[in-house]
């Protein structure tokens, strides 16, 4: 799967799975979800069922880092990474 499928993807589901009231391609991949968007822990349980359902992923209690849910772009590089079959960053 291309980079920038994988970012689109992520960015509906963000969108999607917590309401957020921005459009998708609105999201920056460098900005904090966090700090930018108020995610917080219980988006962030919402955020890994999505990642789970939507990419096919298993996502481990090591892989709950918060580098790896930092922004768009943290999450598409640890999907990339899951998906290839290799642990995620921790």
């Known amino acids: 799967m291309k980079h920038e499928e994988i970012e689109t993807r992520l960015k509906d589901l963000i969108v999607d799975r917590l309401f957020l009231k921005v ?21 962030l349980l919402e955020l890994v ?3 789970e359902d939507e990419f096919g992923i298993q996502i481990e209690d090591g892989d709950f880092n918060v580098r790896n849910f930092e ?6 590089e640890f999907v990339r990474t899951r998906l290839a079959g290799t642990p995620g960053p921790a």
Not at 23 to 40: F, M, Q, R, T, W
Not at 71 to 76: K, M, T, Y
């Open 49 to 51: 069922v999505g990642l």
């Open 71 to 76: 922004s768009v772009a943290s999450l598409a």
């Open 23 to 43: 459009a998708p391609e609105a999201l920056e991949a460098d900005a904090s979800l966090i700090e930018v968007y108020g995610v917080d822990s219980v988006c």
